[in-house]
T-cell receptor, first 116, second 110 residues
């Protein structure tokens, strides 16, 4: 099916473990984004990517690693999970926009991550 | 100062009334503004986008942008209980793509 998917939808892990959250989109959008959402903070940008092999830090990148070898995939890795990384993670994608304006971002269903 | 600010609410309105949601942003260079709706436990979905000063209407929704005052608002006419959700305002703030506000929770009372 067309759209943007995330896996797993729910994940429980322990402090210190490595965790990878997957994101896949079928629209061939240029841009992809990772956000975390915590109560009282809204959506905060972790990393984003303008194209394959081009990534850039967002507001809260520490403790996270991303890669984008293919346009359609944008995995997010927590190298050594900490309790403060317990959150809901959303992946999003958008077209590149024109004239300095951003296009709409389409969001995946989210991954609820708990770090014990 | 947060880059995009919203009143967290809850904003409570009776069914059929107009709900007015407000948002301010700090970057005078921002050009793209979005309103997303998010139901509890779900992902955000786009309601409106606006790029130019003035009003933009889509059905029961009107987005208003005032770049001189750096605020964006969303009006929901004839509010329905199904409009009860958290509304997120977003603006482009520099090279970091969109920055989202913390959201305003709207409750429409039947």
């Amino acid at each position: 099916d067309a759209g943007i998917t995330q896996s797993p939808r729910y994940k429980i892990t322990e402090t210190g473990r490595q965790v990878t959250l997957m994101c896949h989109q079928t629209w061939s959008h240029s841009y992809m984004f990772w956000y975390r959402q915590d109560l009282g903070h809204g959506l905060r940008l972790i990393y984003y990517s303008a194209a394959a092999d081009i990534t850039d830090k967002g507001e809260v990148p520490d403790g996270y690693v991303v890669s984008r070898s293919k346009t359609e995939n944008f995995p997010l890795t927590l190298e050594s999970a900490t309790r403060s990384q317990t959150s809901v993670y959303f992946c999003a994608s958008s077209e590149s926009g024109t004239s300095g304006r951003w296009d709409e971002q389409f969001f995946g269903p989210g991954t609820r991550l708990t770090v014990l | 100062q947060k880059e995009v600010e919203q009143n967290s609410g809850p904003l409570s309105v009776p069914e059929g009334a107009i709900a007015s949601l407000n948002c301010t942003y700090s970057d005078r260079g921002s050009q793209s503004f979005f309103w997303y709706r998010q139901y509890s436990g779900k992902s955000p979905e786009l309601i409106m986008f606006i790029y130019s000063n003035g009003d933009k209407e889509d059905g029961r929704f009107t987005a208003q942008l005032n770049k001189a005052s750096q605020y964006v608002s969303l009006l929901i006419r004839d509010s329905q209980p199904s409009d009860s959700a958290t509304y997120l305002c977003a603006a482009d703030t520099g090279r970091r793509a969109l920055t989202f506000g913390s959201g305003t929770r709207l409750q429409v009372q039947p």
